[in-house]
């Protein structure tokens, strides 16, 4: 018996019959304009203007929310988590509600940000389902959102809410824009347009969906592509001061920037390890060793 109480949620239903699309937020608790710009949706979607149900989940992760850290009281990672267990700690039970949530929806939209350590490019992403019809639902959909990046990765990652729509085979998407200890208010409404755009995608809305230039468009097949804090990180503990901007372009070797010890007699110059696109820096200044850095959209790697 589960001790958790039921996911705080929002359900708008349409005036027309049609499909149900769940859209998740706060599956870190570190992660803040998802869950204001989901607020935002609440506010916007109007039974009249389209038709099947939205499910919309602002705080998924409503322990580690309160703790403003990405992850619970258990220390486990949600996305690392799913599909959770009825019975089993606090993270691993609310793995488990939200997956059943996404076993009753037809499409899936997480959105997530850097948390309050980093600041990342936006970009929509998705597995690459061997499901042919499902990876196009899944292309159409990370299009239609409206980022400049959209980036296709390994279908083989577990314990992701995608992991579960995976599973279930439901088309999902997932996006990243902003974090950083705060709450940028263009991702907002960014985000809460992308999701209105999916919408009218999946044909729930009777609206165009907008011509919106797509900067990078990668697939990559590799095992462990989208998993973001692989690469890149940092050599030693210290100061890290960033020598890039989001959406630079970078090549192998060249410089990412810099850690120093307190008194800044010690430096050591960080190098990229890919050539690629930056998709995330790391903000927050003090850095242990082996914790991330940047994130680099490798730009030379597609799926064949
Ligand atoms: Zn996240």
């Given at each position: 018996m589960s001790s958790l109480p039921p996911i705080e949620s929002t359900v708008i239903t349409g005036q027309q019959p049609g499909p149900h699309l769940l859209i998740l937020g706060g599956?870190?608790?570190?992660?803040?304009e998802p869950m204001a710009a989901i607020r935002k949706l609440i506010t916007l979607l109007?039974?009249?203007?389209?038709s099947g149900k939205v499910t919309l989940v602002p705080v998924l992760n409503q322990p580690a929310y309160e703790r403003c850290q990405r992850c619970g009281p258990d220390d486990l990672d949600l996305a690392r988590t799913f599909?959770?267990?009825?019975?089993?700690?606090i993270t691993e039970q609310i793995a488990h509600q939200a997956t059943q949530l996404i076993q009753s929806a037809d499409y899936l939209i997480d959105l997530h940000t850097g948390g309050v350590i980093s600041d990342l490019a936006p970009f929509s992403g998705y597995c690459l389902h061997s499901d042919p019809a499902i990876l196009e639902t899944q292309r159409t959909m990370a299009r239609a959102f409206g980022l400049p990046v959209v980036w296709g990765t390994t279908a083989?990652?577990?314990?992701r809410s995608l992991s579960a729509a995976r599973d279930a085979n439901v088309p999902a998407i997932y996006a990243e824009w902003g974090g950083g200890s705060q709450c940028n208010a263009t991702a907002v409404s960014g985000y809460a347009a992308g999701c209105l755009h999916v919408m009218s995608a999946l044909g729930m809305r009777n609206e165009p969906v907008p011509e919106q230039p797509i900067q990078y468009e990668i697939e990559d097949n590799r095992?462990?592509?989208?998993?973001?804090?692989?690469?890149?990180?940092?050599p030693v503990s210290g100061f890290f001061e960033p020598a890039i901007q989001l959406m630079d372009t970078v090549q192998a070797?060249?410089?990412l920037g810099t850690i120093c010890s307190p008194l800044g007699d010690e430096i050591t110059s960080i190098k990229a390890s890919q050539t690629g696109v930056v998709l995330g820096i790391r903000t927050l200044p003090y850095v242990k060793q082996n914790e991330w850095l940047v994130v680099i959209l490798e730009t030379d790697h597609s799926a064949s």
């Open positions: 599956v870190h608790g570190d992660e803040y109007k039974p009249a203007e389209f599909p959770g267990a009825p019975d089993g700690s083989t990652l577990e314990g095992d462990q592509s989208g998993h973001l804090q692989l690469h890149n990180s940092a070797g060249d410089t």
